[in-house]
């Protein structure tokens, strides 16, 4: 098994899952000259990490790589067993963590790292808003996380899923760019999942200077 990988990107999401798996598997660390080539965009049409190599069975999108990992190695539980209500549950964060949560803090970082490639996000797309407005929307986006993590350290049953992972993800690049408040349920949340064993060997902290934005 191949784990295609740059570190503070999307990648890190599967290589945090991996660890907590305890699983094999080979790491495989991508320079941008590397994802030019016509053999790895063979494996990932953007040229894009990360990608996982499993035996016949080559995909992309951090996501999707930590779902079909989480079910194929079910026994461990880091997804809720098939047809359970939990399973609903688990869904529902997996798909909110990547297509609620995380835009408001990608159009954020676009906003203060100018110069990120394109490819990542057209030019034209970057001004569409604002720092404050991508604030503003993220702290409405987040509410019903809120609230949940108000009263439980993990989102399904209260115990850690990959549902986690990726939401800690998204979360871990809103503090880094400094749109997290501190002491609140996602920042407690956060700070939990980044003292486990396996978040630690996984995140290697290569992000970028930036300037620390000051919440209003």
């Not at 030019?36 to 069975?57: F, N, R, S």
């Not at 501190?182 to 700070?191: M, Q, V």
Request: a neutral charge; charged letters at 20%.
């Amino acid at each position: 098994m191949k784990l295609y990988y740059i570190p503070t990107t999307r990648a890190v999401r599967p290589r945090w899952l991996l660890e907590e798996m305890g699983i094999p598997y080979e790491l495989v660390r991508v320079d941008m000259n590397m994802t030019k080539q016509p053999e790895y965009q063979k494996l990932h049409p953007h040229g894009k990490v990360p990608i996982l190599v499993d035996g016949e069975v080559t995909i992309f999108e951090s996501t999707a790589i930590c779902a079909y990992l989480a079910d194929k190695y079910l026994e461990l539980g880091l997804a809720p067993a098939r047809d359970t209500p939990e399973r609903g549950y688990y869904h529902q964060w997996l798909f909110y963590a990547i297509s609620t949560l995380e835009p408001p803090v990608e159009h954020f970082m676009f906003n203060i790292l100018p110069n990120l490639p394109e490819k990542l996000l057209p030019i034209k797309l970057r001004s569409a808003i604002s720092t404050h407005e991508a604030v503003q929307w993220f702290d409405q986006v987040t509410q019903p996380l809120t609230e949940v993590l108000v009263s439980q350290n993990y989102l399904v049953k209260d115990r850690l899923t990959a549902a986690d992972i990726v939401t800690g993800g998204v979360l871990l690049w809103a503090k880094k760019l400094g749109m997290l408040p501190d002491g609140d349920p996602l920042s407690r949340y956060l700070n939990n999942l980044m003292q486990r064993p396996a978040f630690i060997r996984a995140d290697e902290d290569f992000y970028a200077k930036i300037a620390p934005f000051v919440r209003a």
